[in-house]
Antibody, heavy 118, light 111 residues
């Protein structure tokens, strides 16, 4: 059974850093496209970052230069390192899987809440 | 402002059909057959309902169907049921920015 479990969210002050983790089971993260998608409270979905099975990575303009997506294949885990956090980064962060060469998300985690506030 | 435009809300009575539109540009919806649709209930993660414009994943009811014409994609739900009440998002690959874009979401109310 495919499962994605995010951890690492919490309350952080503006300007701070946080690393989110997404532990995968039932499949190998290195063989799939893996993304982070966020949802601000009461708002819609925003695609934040993706890492392709080739290793290429892409970011939304809103997080470019501040967020870094990575994978640890030995732990079958996806990460999102976030620095210089802003109030507008406050959101539930989901990790999501896409089959190779596709642009849809077939499995999602339950999400982890990041709150940026002083 | 979302990259893809969806109506904020739609409603219908049980048993009826509704259609949700998703309008983009030639750089996303109009240029590629990579439109997907997601259903989200309150407090839950989104669920894939349609991928690659018209395809339904295993386990999704055949009451859900979708299509695309030009720069507008559409999701149709027939035989509305109470459990269909949720927010629906469209998404598309885009060549204008990475990694992709979502619509603003449409709240479906089953009257």
């Amino acid at each position: 059974e495919v499962q994605l479990v995010e951890t690492g969210g919490g309350l952080i002050q503006p300007g701070g850093s946080l690393r989110l983790s997404c532990a995968a089971s039932g499949f190998t993260v290195s063989s799939y496209y893996m993304s982070w998608v966020r949802q601000a409270p009461g708002k819609g979905l925003e695609w934040v970052s993706v890492t392709y099975s080739s290793g290429n990575t892409y970011y939304a303009d809103s997080v470019k230069g501040r967020f870094t997506i990575s994978r640890d294949n030995s732990k079958n885990t996806l990460y999102l390192q976030m620095i210089s956090l802003r109030a507008e980064d406050t959101a539930v962060y989901y990790c999501a899987r896409s089959p190779p060469y596709s642009y849809y998300f077939d499995y999602w985690g339950q999400g982890t809440l990041v709150t940026v506030s002083s | 402002q979302s990259a893809l435009t969806q109506p904020a809300s739609v409603s219908g009575s049980p048993g009826q059909s509704i259609t949700i539109s998703c309008t983009g540009t030639s750089s996303d919806v109009g240029g590629y057959n990579y439109v997907s649709w997601y259903q989200q209930h309150p407090g839950k993660a989104p669920k894939l309902m349609i991928y690659d414009v018209t395809n339904r994943p295993s386990g999704v009811s055949d009451r859900f169907s979708a299509s695309k014409s030009g720069k507008t994609a559409s999701l149709t739900i027939s035989g509305l049921q109470a459990e269909d009440e949720a927010i629906y998002y469209c998404s598309s690959y885009t060549s204008s920015s990475a990694p992709g874009v979502f619509g603003g979401g449409t709240t479906l109310t089953v009257l």
